[in-house]
């Protein structure tokens, strides 16, 4: 349903999963926002706007506004809400705010997400005890077992409609995959691998590479692992975390990431190895997946473009 | 799915209902083939090109090539296919081509297709007695009732998380729907509305103003249209049609139009009314749907974009 904006706008508010932590974090939080200067860097129809205003908000600078917001903005009766239809890029603010709103995330944290974009607003206009919402964000790691599927995957370019193109085999190894996974196609607990810090990050801290050590639950083989994201309001007097897991099909899916061979691995055995992420920009992050046993020693190269 | 190339080409690859009627226009028609200079507009990963070769053409020139595709033709021994990673737009054939195959469809036949692209193609590069695969295009029109769900859709509006929004249930009225439909929620057989023959149409001719009458089939509500369109290959030995339909859920979806208020009718009665379509772009189609009855006579706009 992309032929046009209003039923894009309509998708978005309609997932609850996105919106409802938003409007969680503003409604049941007024202390933070009364008699703020707000920012919103993702206004749409106006709906966080609206409630920002009805919450105490002194003004709302809203950001990439939907034509239509203005005649939501008074049908609201809101009168503190400055619409721009521009990005923050290309607008210049008369003052600095004491809060951010921006849905910043994409699919691992930042890809086809507005990280750049809330990084610069932060630098340029935030205050200095100003707040983000969210603030943080996390990337967490498990091992998989889903080699059937992925033969699957790998057996289709033998013969498409009778036409070899085995060809292709040696490049889709190398594709990550923004899929969900059963449940039981995970074979360890999450692990941890990354964390950032929006209030002070900087563009070189969205790339990383760190190491990982996942035990497996169960005698099985280790086809890859999943990396899934969850973000978070830390400054709201409940913190508020969004978890975009593994085997739900959340609007930001997560990424299957393959190993070259499939690891055979028994109940308790630890599987070592580490992730590189590459932040080269919002469309385009290389992944470095490395995995370490006594008999294999992988590494795999993997672009999200 | 959208994160790569070879994901997308595996996608459109795994759709029978996309590939298999070009490969049964092929393969079962050599005839046509043999010997014959080709020009393919969309190659991607080469498979319709090394399906042509194997079906006797002498040339074959394919454009908007995968980057992977040279080394597919040369897994499958092809040596007579000239790849190009251009569109056809881009670059400059040597000679007149016996045979253009393009997927130039998009929703309501144009709309985010290649219809352009082909014609241009056609006009340059087509001998005279040459052949366009497929050739034909009609839209067809039903009466439908899907007042509950058109409702909801309106009633979404009212409090969006408790904020009014009624503001943009007059605009949402007029927002096409590509959607599929339940087959119960037909109310009248279909019927022709606008046909096209690529062999010769011009760009002013992919634009119309059409009269249609439908007979209701029961005692119901009519609360707009349906338009869902059929392409063909009529030069085949047999021809072969292929419908995307109003109620399964194909690539090309048909588009639901909604009157400005629903129509009483009862089994017999014969609806009666005009399309226009005014094509201005591959992205941007301009409708106008009109009706009449005794006590109703609406027009509504819509537009594609």
Redesign the interface.
């Known amino acids: 349903?992309d032929?046009?904006n209003?039923?894009n706008d309509?998708d978005i508010?309609?997932d609850q999963n996105r919106?409802q932590p938003f409007?969680n974090a503003i409604t049941r939080n007024k202390h933070l926002f009364k008699d703020k200067v707000i920012l919103d860097l993702n206004a749409g129809?106006?709906?966080i706007p609206?409630?920002l205003s009805r919450s105490g908000a002194k003004q709302v600078f809203a950001m990439k506004s939907h034509d239509?917001a203005q005649?939501?903005m008074e049908?609201?009766n809101v009168n503190n809400v400055t619409l721009h239809k521009k990005s923050i890029k290309e607008v210049e603010l008369e003052c600095k705010v004491d809060i951010i709103i921006s849905a910043w995330m994409g699919?691992l944290l930042f890809?086809r997400g507005n990280i750049q974009e809330l990084i610069a607003a932060r630098d340029k206009y935030l205050n200095k005890d100003g707040l983000i919402l969210p603030d943080k964000g996390q990337l967490l790691l498990q091992s998989i077992e889903d080699g059937e599927y992925r033969e699957q995957?790998l057996t289709?370019w033998d013969s498409?409609?009778?036409?070899?193109?085995?060809?292709?085999k040696r490049?889709?190894k190398h594709?990550?995959?923004?899929?969900s996974i059963r449940q039981d196609q995970l074979n360890s607990d999450p692990v941890l691998i990354y964390e950032v810090d929006l209030m002070k990050c900087t563009l070189e801290d969205l790339s990383f590479s760190n190491s990982y050590q996942v035990q497996i639950n169960r005698q099985d083989f280790v086809t890859g692992v999943i990396v899934w994201m969850k973000y978070s309001f830390t400054f709201t007097h409940l913190p508020i975390d969004v978890i975009m897991g593994p085997s739900k099909s959340p609007f930001w899916k997560p990424v299957i990431l393959y190993f070259n061979e499939e690891i055979p691995a028994s109940k308790g055995d630890k599987l070592k190895g580490s992730l590189a992420m590459k932040f080269i920009s919002e469309d385009l992050i290389d992944l470095k997946l490395s995995v370490h046993t006594k008999q294999y020693h992988q590494i795999q190269y993997f672009?999200?473009?």
Chains 1, 2 share one sequence.
């Not at 409609?161 to 060809?167: D, F, I, L, Q, T």
């Open positions: 349903m032929c046009n209003f039923l309509e508010l309609k919106i409007l129809l106006g709906l609206v409630i239509h005649k939501i049908q609201n699919n890809y995957k289709f498409v409609y009778g036409v070899n193109m085995k060809w292709m490049w889709v594709e990550p995959l923004l899929e672009r999200l473009n």
